[in-house]
């Protein structure tokens, strides 16, 4: 079974188990609740859930005043988009409940609900004083949204079913029901369908986007305008991470039945295999890949960006990878968000549930 069948299969258990939670557990349980209790992370409810509101008002902003910049890494989007950092906060999706945002200084100080009720965040991304999400809650329709960073402004930006979801310079990217790449504006205007093809993976760098083809295996690249179609392979490509000047990829092996990871120049050229591990997901810091190791038994590794200095950092079964700082942060049930973390030497092991 491919990663992407893996996924699909965990997204539908997932949705199915967040409905039942919802109609028997969830509202049953908000209904007893006094009007005026709103949860925090500490559970004092005097202790306002909402951030200090910004003295940039996110209602006031045009677009064009926050249209440049990529909204979150790659590499952390290829992970479904758990985690976003800015200069001054990390945003991180918790695997309590229905999937509620906090946010905390790189401290690990002041940490705090981003909104006190709205959950099912997944692949967010910042933008100026915006969050933008594709909220997979099933009241929510699994649409797009945004939430400004105070959590005081909530909009609804698409009213389709939305995966994928990338910001890049001024234009949200993502993949529809039917796995067709659209973009728009980040106010949800001027929809434009990108790729006239069904597409199982991207990722968007520059002027380039790099995909998959669902189906007719095919890696190419295409300008985000459309243009300049280019195949680069003929592979069935998983996963798509761009570092510095490299394209890292998963390519599915159909005799061996295993994902290995390669890199390529964006141009195309210099390809590589990087190993011969059967690798899950991945992630890249600091020219470190870390990643999942399906050959031993899904335990946490790296290798550096040349392939070199492999190593097992921790014996635990590791689905969605992040780092921050000398932290990996990761989850053992594909599609959940992060439930552990252990620093990259491997010690200091900790459940983020507890």
């Known amino acids: 079974m491919t990663i992407k069948q893996i ?24 209904s007893t609740l006094p009007d005026d209790l709103y949860p925090n992370v500490d559970g004092n409810n005097d202790v306002s859930p909402f951030p200090t509101p910004s003295t940039n008002d996110p209602s006031s902003n045009t677009d064009e005043d926050i249209v440049m910049g990529r909204g979150n890494t790659s590499g952390n989007i290829a992970n479904i988009g758990y985690i976003a950092q800015t200069y001054e906060w990390i945003y991180i999706v918790e695997a309590r409940g229905l999937f509620p945002l906090y946010k905390m200084r790189h401290d690990e100080s002041e940490r705090q609900r981003v909104h006190p009720t709205e959950q099912g965040f997944t692949f967010i991304n910042i933008i100026g004083d915006w969050i933008y999400y594709s909220n997979m809650s099933v009241n929510s329709g699994r649409n797009i949204y945004r939430l400004s960073v105070d959590g005081t402004i909530q909009e609804k930006i698409n009213d389709e079913i939305s995966t994928s979801l990338t910001v890049v310079d001024g234009y949200i990217y993502y993949r529809n029901m039917d796995d067709y790449l659209y973009r728009m504006q980040l106010n949800g205007t001027n929809i434009e369908k990108v790729i006239d093809e069904q597409t199982n993976t991207f990722c968007v760098a520059g002027d380039w986007i790099y995909y998959g083809i669902k189906g007719d295996y095919g890696f190419y690249k295409i300008n985000v305008n459309g243009t300049e179609r280019t195949r680069l392979s003929s592979d069935d490509i998983e996963i798509i991470v761009i570092y510095e000047e490299w394209v890292f990829f998963t390519v599915f092996d159909n005799d061996r039945r295993e994902n290995l ?28 890949i870390y ?64």
């Open 7 to 30: 996924i699909l299969l965990a997204v539908i258990t997932l949705t199915i188990v967040i409905t039942i939670l919802t109609i028997f557990i969830i509202l049953p349980l908000i």
């Open 261 to 288: 990871l390669h890199k390529m120049r964006m141009d195309g050229s210099e390809r590589y295999q990087m190993c011969d591990d059967n690798i899950g997901f991945f992630n890249i810091s600091d020219d470190w």
């Open 291 to 354: 990643y999942s190791n399906w050959s031993d038994n899904e335990y946490l590794y790296r290798m550096n960006i040349d392939g070199t200095e492999k190593e097992l950092i921790y014996t635990d079964r590791v689905a969605m990878i992040y780092i921050l700082g000398d932290w990996v942060y990761y989850s053992s049930i594909i599609p959940l968000p992060p439930m552990y973390r252990v620093r990259i030497d491997g010690s200091g092991y900790e459940s983020l549930l507890d």
